[in-house]
């Protein structure tokens, strides 16, 4: 079994847990819940990381926390797939096919430029 289905049984079988029974598989009310949620999540990121910010007066980084925050986003991703219907296989697959995509693209670009 692949590490992102271990993941994402185990955050299905939590969000069953919360919801006491069952949960549902498609619901876009669900899904802006969570979609929500990510994007403060992303936020808590970007404060557990300050040193992109231009203005040099708070460097702040704490590599832990920011582990943390990172790791709250992609729990709010599985959530965004289980509320979607999306599978633990599917999302593996959409992201290869992604990846492998963006590559082309890019390598296609240099040498459309050469
Ligand atoms: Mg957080």
């Not at 079994?1 to 993941?7: A, G, H, R, V």
């Not at 069953?16 to 899904?31: K, S």
């Not at 832990?64 to 599978?87: G, P, R, T, V």
Request: net charge negative; glycine share 4%; proline share 3%.
């Amino acid at each position: 079994m692949s590490d992102i289905k271990i993941l994402y049984d185990a955050q299905v079988r939590f969000q069953t847990l919360i919801a006491n029974g069952t949960i549902p598989r498609d619901d876009p009310e669900m899904l802006a819940h969570h979609l929500l949620g990510l994007v403060t999540e992303i936020g808590e990121v970007a404060q557990a990381d300050k040193r992109w910010k231009k203005n040099k007066r708070n460097g702040h980084y704490d590599r832990d926390e920011k582990l943390e925050e990172i790791a709250d986003c992609f729990i709010f991703l599985l959530n965004i797939c289980i509320y979607s219907d999306i599978s633990p296989d599917e999302l593996k697959m959409a992201v290869g096919k992604k990846i492998d995509k963006n590559r082309s693209r890019y390598l296609n670009s240099k040498e459309e430029a050469q």
